[in-house]
């Protein structure tokens, strides 16, 4: 079974619910242009939660070929919870993806491996999809045990997930050191760490399981660098901050395959 490609933007915290309609809006013309097929690839967009409604508006009146979702949820199905958004208030947008782990809500939030598997549980359950997200800091990279630090994550983050759970989901590999810095992995790079993380899914579940899970690498990706990081065999897609913020650049990104 052939893995579909998955480019997704990350908006971060970025744009009001205007902008954020004239970003999906413009997003909608560009893929129109370069006469995206959605059978090559599947465009995502993953907005801060106030721009949901806008972006679910704007693509169903419009029929456009873009699937959504958020950047985070609670573990929690409601109550007292101050600022915390649920999975129920999340499908009933129609959101299909749900980003787990970043490390910016690692480093700012505090966010740990077991929370945010928990989080992916949450979220398979409510019938949405996670994208859980790992990677090294630097420091990491530097002493070469990046391969081994990351493999650790995936182990504590899947822990509590069936095979047939994590065949549905997608891992997004992204070094910290490569985020927003405009330092992007080599695709030898990427390879190495996707293809590890899909040989330990492997290991942990069995080889379906492994064949069918969805890898992404984030960090820096461009329409430049797209097409070579997307070559590599345990690449399937891409988690975008920066360059998803520009309608025409993203669906370059989106339309890599051409
Ligand atoms: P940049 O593409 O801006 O480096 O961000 C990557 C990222 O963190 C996506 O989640």
């Known amino acids: 079974m052939a893995r579909l490609p998955i480019l ?12 954020a309609n004239y970003l999906v809006t413009s997003l909608g013309a ?22 949901i409604r806008t972006v679910q508006t704007v ?14 949820v ?7 919870y101050t600022g915390d958004i649920s999975t129920s208030m999340l499908t009933k947008l129609g959101c299909t993806y749900v980003v ?52 650790g994550q995936i182990d504590a983050m899947l822990a509590g997930l069936s095979a047939e759970e994590v065949a549905k989901s997608v891992i997004a590999y992204e070094p ?36 069918a899970v969805r890898i992404q690498y984030g960090g820096s990706v461009k329409s430049s660098n797209v097409k070579e ?6 690449v399937d897609g891409a988690l975008v901050g920066g360059a998803s913020l520009k309608a025409d650049e993203f669906a370059k990104i989106v339309t890599f395959y051409k």
């Not at 359950?125 to 790992?134: F, R």
Request: charged fraction near 25%; hydrophobic fraction near 40%.
């Open 30 to 51: 560009a893929l129109g242009d370069m006469n995206y097929d959605t059978a090559k690839a599947e465009a995502v967009v993953i907005p801060p939660f106030t721009d």
């Open 74 to 80: 609670s573990t929690q199905d409601n109550g007292a």
């Open 176 to 211: 910290i050191w490569a985020i927003g810095t405009g330092e992007t992995a080599t695709a030898e790079d990427a390879q190495e760490v996707c293809g590890a993380i899909r040989a330990r899914v492997g290991e942990l579940f069995d080889a379906a399981t492994a064949e």
């Open 229 to 234: 990081i997307m070559a590599q065999p345990d």
């Open 8 to 19: 997704a933007g990350n908006w971060k915290m970025n744009c009001d619910h205007l902008e």
């Open 100 to 151: 787990v782990g970043h490390s910016e809500r690692r480093e700012y939030h505090g966010e740990s491996n077991e929370l945010v598997g928990a989080k992916a549980k949450k979220i398979l359950d409510a019938g949405m999809i996670p994208i859980m997200c790992c990677g090294e800091a630097l420091e990491v990279r530097k002493e070469g045990t990046h391969v081994e630090f990351v493999l």
């Open 59 to 72: 693509i169903d009146a419009d029929n456009l070929p873009i699937a959504y979702g958020a950047q985070d």
